[in-house]
């Protein structure tokens, strides 16, 4: 079983950054597929940025140019860093992995951007 811990959302004002980190319990980033989606209230979850067993990363159009997905494989550790964010970028940010066929997530962070 693998647990994924997110951290570092917070209450932050339009045009500010901040950086997710996801901490899992076993060194499974970069097996499978890694990333990061977020879900607001009464929508669909969607995807933010991805990174496949392939290498290949994926962003979400709203977010290119602004976020960065990045992975320390000693720490364990996934990252998202997220830089002039926006309103619309409000939402609880979820961290998953593929492993093998099966799919984790972690239990997710809020990132609410507001003046």
């Known amino acids: 079983q693998v647990q994924l811990v997110e951290s570092g959302g917070d209450l932050v004002q339009p045009g500010g950054s901040l950086r997710l980190s996801c901490l899992a319990s076993?060194?499974?980033?970069?097996?499978?597929?890694e990333g990061w989606y977020r879900q607001v209230p009464g929508k669909q979850r969607e995807l933010v940025a991805v990174?496949?067993?392939?290498?290949?990363?994926i962003y979400a159009d709203s977010v290119k140019g602004r976020f960065t997905i990045s992975r320390d494989n000693a720490k364990n550790t996934l990252y998202l860093q997220m830089n002039s964010l926006k309103p619309a970028d409000t939402a609880v940010y979820y961290c998953?992995?593929?492993?093998?066929?099966?799919?984790?997530w972690g239990q997710g962070t809020q990132v609410t951007v507001s003046s």
């Open positions: 998953w992995t593929v492993v093998r066929g099966s799919e984790y």
């Open positions: 076993k060194s499974i980033f970069s097996i499978g597929g």
């Open positions: 990174t496949t067993s392939g290498g290949r990363t």
